[in-house]
DNA sequence: AGTCGTGACGTTATTACATTACATAATTCA
DNA sequence: TGAATTATGTAATGTAATAACGTCACGACT
């Protein structure tokens, strides 16, 4: 089973931050959006974060250093996720492919490798902005 | 065929003080090891890494903000790479998986998503670190 | 020769992202 | 209760990247 975390008040707002945006926000975006409501220093966003991601609630996009909350369902695990995001609208899919991940898998146990935390990345255009885009 | 490019100077020597480490560098440890070697500010180092990178000769790593030579073989073409980064010796390990690649283009073409630049990239530890680690 | 376009270069300043350091409150639990 | 741990607040600093400007070198035309 799972217990689901008590978020302290400072994680609380930045969670519903990047909850209520649509697209990925940086940390300094969230700094600035949660002025005045408790929060006023870059650290304590990123002392927020650091325990989101954690909990496995948030998602660090290492390509844009910026955050989305976790889109995955039920269990908050640690397996590898990979992110598919627009360069033209922010749009982020999170998805997990099995092939990719017996890819990863085979290599880093064929090379003896242990991995400790995967990014997969694609940044490109959804099907609506590469439609718009003609 | 593949015509190699003709690289300036400043280029030619970010690019040797890349292949010369063993591990990657950050542009800001690249711009301190060329100080008076005729490099004197960020952006010369920038402008001849994303020359470098256009080229196919050296790689961005995205988790670590860092660079480093392109080590596969003959032809620096487009195809998606993925990195086996250890987090102890800096040890970078550059390697391709049909597989991944496979589920990659899956998921995108499934999903109308035009991939314009992919992240593989696994932080842990490599066999050596790992087993010393114990 | 002159001028035009292009691409690399140089410099300063600024923006964006992230952490160190240190002091203080709150919580846990032996 | 009191020691240990965990969260907090604040300021300063460190690191990564780009903006905005102007200059220089060179080849292509006319």
New interface residues.
Partial sequence: MHVEPVLTANQQLVFKALGDAEAPLSAYTILERLQGKGIKAPLQVYRALEKLIDFGLVHRL??LNAFVVCDHHGDHTQHPV?F?I??SCGLV?E?V????????S???TG?????????????????TC?GASK
Avoid: N
């Fill in positions: 290492e390509s990979a598919a627009c360069d899919a998805f492919d099995s092939s990719v991940q017996e890819g990863l085979r290599w880093t090379h003896a490798f242990r991995p400790k935390r995967v990014t997969v990345e694609l940044r490109g255009l959804c099907e590469d």
